[in-house]
Nanobody, 113 residues
Protein backbone atom coordinates (compact mmCIF):
# COMPACT_ATOMS: atom_id res chain seq x y z
CA UNK A 1 0.00 0.00 0.00
CA UNK A 2 1.28 3.44 -0.94
CA UNK A 3 -0.34 6.72 0.08
CA UNK A 4 0.96 9.94 -1.48
CA UNK A 5 -0.49 13.24 -0.26
CA UNK A 6 -0.03 16.58 -1.98
CA UNK A 7 -1.48 20.06 -2.21
CA UNK A 8 -0.48 21.58 1.10
CA UNK A 9 1.10 24.98 1.50
CA UNK A 10 1.08 28.30 3.27
CA UNK A 11 -2.16 30.26 3.15
CA UNK A 12 -3.66 33.19 5.00
CA UNK A 13 -6.61 32.74 7.32
CA UNK A 14 -9.81 32.61 5.31
CA UNK A 15 -8.08 31.07 2.32
CA UNK A 16 -8.54 27.70 0.65
CA UNK A 17 -6.49 24.67 -0.28
CA UNK A 18 -7.29 21.39 -1.99
CA UNK A 19 -5.40 18.32 -0.86
CA UNK A 20 -5.04 15.22 -3.01
CA UNK A 21 -4.10 11.67 -2.11
CA UNK A 22 -3.06 8.99 -4.56
CA UNK A 23 -3.69 5.48 -3.28
CA UNK A 24 -2.02 2.40 -4.68
CA UNK A 25 -2.53 -1.16 -3.58
CA UNK A 26 -5.73 -3.00 -2.88
CA UNK A 27 -7.21 -0.90 -0.09
CA UNK A 28 -9.08 1.70 -2.04
CA UNK A 29 -12.14 0.34 -3.77
CA UNK A 30 -13.63 -1.66 -0.91
CA UNK A 31 -12.77 0.56 2.01
CA UNK A 32 -13.72 3.78 3.66
CA UNK A 33 -11.03 6.40 3.28
CA UNK A 34 -10.23 9.36 5.50
CA UNK A 35 -8.11 12.40 6.05
CA UNK A 36 -6.28 12.81 9.36
CA UNK A 37 -4.09 15.60 10.66
CA UNK A 38 -1.43 16.07 13.30
CA UNK A 39 -0.55 19.44 14.71
CA UNK A 40 2.74 20.05 16.55
CA UNK A 41 2.62 18.56 20.03
CA UNK A 42 -0.78 16.96 19.46
CA UNK A 43 -2.02 13.51 18.60
CA UNK A 44 -3.16 12.62 15.12
CA UNK A 45 -6.88 13.20 14.71
CA UNK A 46 -9.57 12.21 12.24
CA UNK A 47 -10.69 15.12 10.08
CA UNK A 48 -13.06 13.60 7.54
CA UNK A 49 -14.19 10.21 6.37
CA UNK A 50 -15.85 8.93 3.19
CA UNK A 51 -17.38 5.54 2.55
CA UNK A 52 -17.01 3.60 -0.67
CA UNK A 53 -20.50 4.77 -1.56
CA UNK A 54 -19.72 8.43 -0.94
CA UNK A 55 -21.27 9.07 2.47
CA UNK A 56 -19.25 11.52 4.52
CA UNK A 57 -18.55 12.44 8.14
CA UNK A 58 -16.56 15.34 9.54
CA UNK A 59 -14.97 16.40 12.77
CA UNK A 60 -16.98 19.15 14.40
CA UNK A 61 -14.04 21.54 14.06
CA UNK A 62 -14.13 21.38 10.23
CA UNK A 63 -17.82 20.78 9.54
CA UNK A 64 -19.15 23.23 6.98
CA UNK A 65 -15.66 24.27 5.87
CA UNK A 66 -14.03 21.06 4.57
CA UNK A 67 -15.33 18.65 1.95
CA UNK A 68 -13.96 15.16 1.37
CA UNK A 69 -14.46 13.40 -1.94
CA UNK A 70 -13.10 10.43 -3.83
CA UNK A 71 -12.66 9.32 -7.42
CA UNK A 72 -13.00 5.56 -7.53
CA UNK A 73 -11.85 5.46 -11.15
CA UNK A 74 -8.53 7.06 -10.27
CA UNK A 75 -7.98 5.77 -6.71
CA UNK A 76 -7.81 9.35 -5.48
CA UNK A 77 -9.12 11.05 -2.35
CA UNK A 78 -9.47 14.81 -2.03
CA UNK A 79 -9.99 17.32 0.76
CA UNK A 80 -11.27 20.75 -0.17
CA UNK A 81 -10.53 23.13 2.68
CA UNK A 82 -12.21 26.53 2.78
CA UNK A 83 -12.29 29.31 5.37
CA UNK A 84 -9.04 28.05 6.81
CA UNK A 85 -8.09 29.02 10.34
CA UNK A 86 -4.70 29.10 12.07
CA UNK A 87 -5.79 26.13 14.16
CA UNK A 88 -6.03 24.06 10.96
CA UNK A 89 -2.23 24.19 10.75
CA UNK A 90 -0.99 20.59 10.74
CA UNK A 91 0.44 17.82 8.63
CA UNK A 92 -2.44 16.17 6.77
CA UNK A 93 -2.49 12.48 5.93
CA UNK A 94 -4.87 10.22 4.09
CA UNK A 95 -5.38 6.59 5.04
CA UNK A 96 -8.01 3.93 5.20
CA UNK A 97 -10.69 4.20 7.87
CA UNK A 98 -9.88 2.66 10.27
CA UNK A 99 -6.29 3.49 9.51
CA UNK A 100 -3.56 1.12 8.48
CA UNK A 101 -0.24 1.14 10.31
CA UNK A 102 1.55 2.38 7.20
CA UNK A 103 1.29 6.14 6.57
CA UNK A 104 2.39 8.38 3.75
CA UNK A 105 4.66 11.37 4.20
CA UNK A 106 1.76 13.74 4.65
CA UNK A 107 1.42 17.28 3.35
CA UNK A 108 2.03 20.37 5.47
CA UNK A 109 -0.74 22.95 5.77
CA UNK A 110 0.18 26.23 7.43
CA UNK A 111 -2.44 28.91 7.99
CA UNK A 112 -1.19 32.32 8.99
CA UNK A 113 -3.30 34.78 10.96
Amino acid sequence: VQLVESGGGLVQAGGSLRLSCAVSGSIFTINDMAWYRQAPGKQRELVARITNGGSTNYADSVKGRFTISRDNTKDMVYLQMNSLKPEDTAVYYCNRYPYLSSWGQGTQVTVSS
